[in-house]
Structures are given as C-alpha cells and as structure tokens.
C-alpha cells in the first residue's frame, strides 16, 4: 500500500486513478492539484481526492507515488515543477497518448530523478473529460502501455506493473518509439480521420442536411470526433512525424480505391473490401477471447 498518492490533473483521467486505487485499497490518502482551483476543490467533494494542494509541488511532497495527468504539452512544466521535491524512492507516472516527447521532457526536467519515472499509457477514455466524468471501472479490463528507458530503476518498474495489475489491467511493456509508431497508426490517425470527416461535410453548402441523415454507422465511425479538442491538438502535434507517415500510408490506400472506383473495376474493389473485412473481423474475434 502506498501512504500517498500525489496527483497532479483531477480530471477524467487522473480522477478515475484516484478512484481505482482507493477502491482497490492501494493508497491511505489522495492530494490533488489543478491549474483550476475550482477543478481540486470540485474533486475533494466528489470524494476523489482527500486534500486540495495549492501547487503541483505541494501535491508531490509527503508522496510516495505521483501520477501526472495532464496534457501532454503540459508535461515538462510539470516534472519542473516538482523536481525539487522528487525522491529516489518515489514513483512517478504519467497517463499521455505520446511517449517520447515526454520522456525526453523528463530527461531534460528530473535529470538524475528520471531513473523515478515510468512512463504510461493506458489505453482508455471518454469522449467527455472532467472529474464529475470520472469513473472507479475506467481502467479496469484495460491494456497499460508502459515504456521504460535505460535509466529506469527496476524498482519503480515493478511498482509501476504491479499496481496497474491491482486495477485490473493487462501490462504491456514496449520502447517509446514502437510506441508512437503505433498509436499514430491505431488512435492518432483515426482521430485525423473523424475529425477531417466532420469539417468536410458540415463545410459543404448541404452540409446539415446531409447531417440530418446520417444513421448508426456514420454515429459509431465519427464517435471519436467529440473528443477533446485541446488534448488531441496536443497529441498530433507530439507525434507528428509518425502521424504524418501514417496519414501518407492512408491517403496511398484510399487513392487506390478511388482509382478502382474510377475504373469501375469492381472486382478489384471487391478483393480490398473482403481483404479489409477479413482483417477487422479477425481482429474483433481476438479482442473478444482476451
């Protein structure tokens, strides 16, 4: 059990951390900060942090494991921030979509404490965001990316994996760079997409009628487009260099549908829909056994 949880951004993601760790018997206490004095003060009433901390240094001392759950842009501000109060025995972590720009923030930030800090993804969300959205079960059922470098300590490492384990989540563990390769393929670019989707119908002339008909399957396609502005403008620009390889990959694909659809040659247009639906049910199965 840890005596104390530091956590820095109460909102959805770090709220639901909070919540999880207290529900599974991990931690004694909770102290919490937000840039908005308004955001702690909500998260002590919600029961999801105990003390409002004025300063994310503050939050950090007496702590012997800190989660960083704020925006990726954010992040080396924030390792600054606490530096002078980081312990070598302490556990750091943070929640972001992008790896190694945030690795290397921490680099330039802990300098001799990076050895503290374990970097994390856990592959979860919502569309909406704020602590009133935070949710016990968030993470529970759910992969944990964790992304360690040379100089993390194998101490912290083993906390870092037993304790997403204790909420109930598969651990996995990769490089940073295989990292951001992949989820530019499976998250970024979907994000890309939903988001380019919207703006180009509701920028054409019919655009709300058309809207006005889209069924269940434009729903489910373009859910993701209800996302966080400010924390997926972040992320595409983090990664930006794996999220443009991708996008050129995707584009490369859909042009050569479209070359099928001009040509009117179906059969071939028929072989990638099979060759596509194939993949994903697949893929579906697999998801469904783990």
Same mark, same amino acid.
């Given at each position: 059990m840890f005596e104390q949880l530091g956590l820095i951004g109460c909102g959805l993601m770090g709220g639901s951390f909070a919540l999880a760790?207290? #529900?599974?018997?991990?931690?004694? #206490? @909770? @102290?919490?900060?937000?840039?908005?004095?308004? +955001? +702690? =003060?909500?998260?002590r009433q919600l029961g999801v942090i105990d003390i409002e901390a004025p300063s994310a240094l503050l939050a950090v001392s007496g702590a012997d494991i800190v989660l960083i759950a704020v925006p990726v842009a954010a992040t080396e501000a924030t390792f600054k921030s606490i530096k002078h109060l980081v312990t070598p025995q302490m556990l750091i972590m943070d929640v972001?979509? +992008? *790896?190694?720009? @945030? !690795? %290397?923030?921490? #680099?330039?930030?802990?300098?001799e404490q990076i050895g503290?800090?374990?970097?994390?993804?856990?592959?979860?969300?919502?569309?909406?965001?704020?602590? =009133? /959205?935070?949710? @016990? %079960?968030?993470?529970?059922?759910?992969?944990?990316?964790?992304t360690p470098i040379d100089r993390t300590n194998s101490v912290q490492l083993q906390q870092a994996i037993d304790v997403w384990a204790a909420l109930g989540c598969r651990v996995v563990k990769m490089t940073p760079e295989t990292h951001d390769a992949a989820f530019a393929a499976v998250s970024h670019l979907p994000h890309l997409i939903?988001?380019?989707?919207? /703006?180009? $119908?509701?920028?054409?002339?019919?655009? *709300?009628?058309?809207?006005?008909?889209?069924?269940?399957?434009?729903?489910?396609f373009t859910r993701i487009a209800a996302s966080d502005p400010v924390m997926w403008r972040d992320i595409m620009v983090s990664n930006r260099e794996e999220l443009l390889a991708q996008s050129q990959i995707f584009q490369r694909s859909l042009q050569a549908l479209e070359a099928m $659809?001009?040509?009117?040659?179906?059969?071939?247009?028929? =072989?990638?829909? =099979?060759?596509?639906?194939? !993949?994903?049910? /697949?893929?579906?199965?697999?998801?469904?056994? +783990?």
């Open positions: 760790l207290k #529900r599974a018997g991990l931690v004694k #206490r @909770v @102290v919490g900060y937000s840039k908005s004095p308004s +955001t +702690t =003060e909500r998260a972001g979509s +992008t *790896k190694r720009d @945030v !690795i %290397d923030a921490g #680099r330039r930030a802990l300098r503290c800090f374990v970097p994390a993804h856990p592959i979860t969300g919502k569309e909406v965001s704020g602590v =009133e /959205n935070a949710d @016990v %079960d968030l993470y529970a059922g759910r992969q944990v990316v964790l939903a988001f380019a989707l919207i /703006n180009a $119908i509701s920028g054409q002339a019919l655009g *709300k009628d058309f809207l006005s008909l889209a069924g269940p399957g434009f729903r489910d $659809i001009s040509g009117g040659d179906g059969d071939a247009l028929r =072989e990638q829909f =099979e060759h596509a639906s194939a !993949i994903r049910a /697949n893929w579906s199965m697999s998801k469904q056994q +783990t």
